[in-house]
T-cell receptor, first 110, second 114 residues
């Protein structure tokens, strides 16, 4: 079992729609969770971090965490073509390593 | 936010040569920096943790004699790919935590070994 898994892509949504990205992790002792966005040929940039169960909102982005289900998600509201990128879920595990998921490619169609 | 720089951004070299990549934290001190490698259409794979003033910690499967890491100051870590071969061609990215739980990534170095 991979340590961090993400829903397989690519994911295509029309402009203005909600994009939903999912991530599951295997280490139940993990405490910190991150979403990064990576454009082709560029390094990742941090979108959000979340540490507690529930929702965390920042502008058009909402991260959701459910530690009991070992599940993290990212919702992007009012998706824009500029949101087209690969989204990486990252988890800081109980042994203090940050492990990245394989990424989900998102395409927002104008 | 915190800024991390990398140099060079792109390097092309012949097989057998060594390549040095620098990672600098510009507006904060970092006792720890991380080096990642990313192959096309794959995720980031942690190679090693660079520790200021002590030896780096390498992940399983990463050859410490091939990927030399030096963290000589609180703002600079270097990764040297020794005797590079075409299979070492990849996107190398460093990151540093500015004292919080998050990491800030450098812009990456694209290495192509001919």
């Amino acid at each position: 079992q991979k340590e961090v898994e993400q829903n397989s892509g690519p994911l295509s949504v029309p402009e203005g729609a909600i994009a939903s990205l999912n991530c599951t992790y295997s280490d139940r002792g993990s405490q910190s969770f991150f979403w990064y966005r990576q454009y082709s040929g560029k390094s990742p940039e941090l979108i959000m971090s979340i540490y507690s169960n529930g929702d965390k909102e920042d502008g058009r982005f909402t991260a959701q965490l459910n530690k009991a289900s070992q599940y993290v998600s990212l919702l992007i509201r009012d998706s824009q073509p500029s949101d087209s990128a690969t989204y990486l879920c990252a988890v800081r595990t109980s042994y203090d390593k940050v492990i990245f998921g394989p990424g989900t490619s998102l395409s927002v169609i104008p | 936010g915190a800024v991390v720089s990398q140099h060079p951004s792109r390097v092309i070299c012949k097989s057998g040569t060594s390549v040095k990549i620098e990672c600098r934290s510009l507006d904060f001190q970092a006792t720890t920096m991380f080096w990642y490698r990313q192959f096309p259409k794959q995720s980031l794979m942690l190679m090693a943790t660079s520790n200021e003033g002590s030896k780096a910690t390498y992940e399983q499967g990463v050859e410490k004699d091939k990927f030399l890491i030096n963290h000589a100051s609180l703002t600079l870590s270097t990764l040297t790919v020794t005797s590079a071969h075409p299979e070492d061609s990849s996107f190398y990215i460093c990151s540093a935590p500015p004292g919080s739980d998050t990491q800030y990534f450098g812009p990456g170095t694209r290495l192509t070994v001919l």
